[in-house]
């Protein structure tokens, strides 16, 4: 079950635009498991040596970069955001709505 869950994670994960961001919980939500945002995370915390998933897209409901300890190097979530042209203060998105994408009506 897990194996499978954290695999259909990454299935959305990997088609967030360049650029923009979703949440642990829109993910949850667009699989059918609205409750399992943290399981999302434990996928998204799974997924570091898969190069194919851009997990530093996947913040939280706020827009905070909950999981940049994850990342290698001090800065790096932030850095691969900033690439993308997503401004990024104190560990948070700024115009977090603009960049917000929601994988049930953008897919």
Do not use: C
């Amino acid at each position: 079950m897990e194996e499978n869950f954290f695999e259909r994670v990454y299935q959305i994960v990997r088609q967030i635009p360049e650029g923009k961001v979703t949440s642990y919980g829109a993910i949850a939500k667009a699989l059918g498991a609205a409750r399992s945002a943290r399981m999302v995370g434990w996928a998204m915390n799974a997924s570091h040596n898969i190069e194919d998933v851009p997990a530093h897209r996947v913040v939280n409901r706020k827009g905070l970069l909950s999981g940049k300890h994850h990342f290698e190097g001090t800065n790096l979530m932030q850095q691969l955001l900033e690439n993308e042209g997503i401004k990024v203060v104190n560990n948070q998105i700024v115009d977090f709505e603009k960049h917000f994408w929601n994988p049930m009506t953008d897919l």
